[in-house]
């Protein structure tokens, strides 16, 4: 495959309970607003919430396995927060290729992930190592 600025890929996932449960468990991040009702009725945001980080491995699963594609690994990754996921929510995680240095095989991507609704929920940018055949 050609690795070409402009390339775009996509994934979605609806966030579950479950999934927010297993991540608290594997993360160690057991803040309430993510595990507890009553707690999280109590908040700002009126509900749970999914856990930052978890909405943000949709963007690693979407590197990982269409673009660039297996043999990826991160560099780096910046992420901006600009609004809630809760329980329920269906995000798309979206990259796009901004720049590519084929001869150190270093591709910068552009990374969103927005809601059911299209409200961006996060943005960032990454830069990952590419697998050669890219």
Do not use: W
Not at 28 to 49: E, I, M, S
Not at 102 to 130: F, K, M, S
């Amino acid at each position: 495959m050609a690795l070409s600025i402009g390339d775009i890929a996509s994934r979605s996932k609806t966030f579950t309970d479950e999934d927010v449960r297993g991540f608290a468990q594997i993360s160690g991040d057991t803040n309430p607003v993510h595990l507890n009702d009553g707690y999280a009725a109590q908040t700002r945001f009126g509900r749970r919430l999914v856990h930052g980080m978890l909405t943000a491995s949709l963007l690693s699963a979407t590197l990982a396995n269409d673009l660039p594609g297996e043999g990826t690994i991160y560099m780096s990754q910046t992420l901006q927060f600009t609004a809630p996921v809760f329980i329920g929510d269906t995000i798309t995680a979206t990259v796009e290729v901004t720049a590519f240095r084929p001869e150190r095989g270093i591709a910068t991507l552009a990374t969103t992930c927005t809601n059911q609704d299209g409200a961006v929920v996060l943005h960032g940018e990454a830069v990952v190592l590419v697998p050669r055949e890219a």
